[in-house]
């Protein structure tokens, strides 16, 4: 997957995945080329920030439960509801490692690609195959995650997202500020409203808000705050799957809900992306703790 020279703090993994593995003064961190996902990172001194599954499935070409799957080029089933995988091809496809630098403060500044060449065409026959993703992940205190689209010949129609689950302390004890005054597609009644105020957890949640707003992450059982801002993204996903949806997902344990939320930031139904010929987009979040 990589000839590229690894410095300090930066190690080749081969199992349970092929990835690596970031250790550094500032941070600790594992991304798998399966998905380029971002299974772990855990800033110097503090609870690891995203959650993963103790269950997750560990193997190429299945998608990983927690941590940053990579949401493109459909979100859920897609817009027709039949899509496979779920939430796209990127999650589930083999990225290269293309860069990987630690700077003088223990930062890891990482960089990973997708040659759409390279992607089994039958994954998503509609797309025409000269794209090209790249992760661009800069780990330290602070996490700073963007996906990069850049689309060849062809222009190119496609949703996209980060879809992070965050660690907290205790759902229950959580709250999510930033979305006061939004509107919300709820994904679980089909029908629309206005949030009020935080975002608070009783039950199963599964919404789609329009807002470009940082959000935080209140948590106060570990007393702390999750800084969420974002670029390139025109809604955010909030999900948690509460008792009865995670006693029927298989990489989910019984009482997992109680310890995650997913807070994502995406492109999704109305808010497509289009991208002209030879042209590129962007969508990032820069998570920190304050
Ligand atoms: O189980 P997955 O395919 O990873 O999806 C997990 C969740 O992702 C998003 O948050 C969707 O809004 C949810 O409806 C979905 O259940």
Known sequence: MTDIELPEGITLLDAPLAGIKVDTPAATGVIYFNGAHIAAWTPAGQHPVLWLSDQAILE?????RGGIPLLWPWFGAGDDGQHTPMHGIARVS???????KVSPAGTANIVLGLDGAAVDPGLAPDLPRDYRLELHISMGKTLIVQLVVF??????????????YFAVGDIHKTRIEGLDGAAYSDRLTD????????VSFEGETDRIYESRETLRIIDDEWNRTLLIEKVGSAQSVI??????????TPDLGDDDWQEFVCAEAVNVRDQSVNVEPGGRHLISQTISII
């Open 60 to 64: 190429p070409g299945k998608a990983i």
């Open 191 to 198: 029908g629309c409203a206005t949030q009020q105020g935080a």
């Open 239 to 248: 999900w948690n799957p509460w008792i009865a949806k995670a006693a029927a």
């Open 151 to 164: 689309a060849g010949d062809s222009e190119l129609f496609f949703e996209d997202g980060l879809h992070s």
């Open 94 to 100: 083999t990225w290269n490692l293309l860069r990987a």
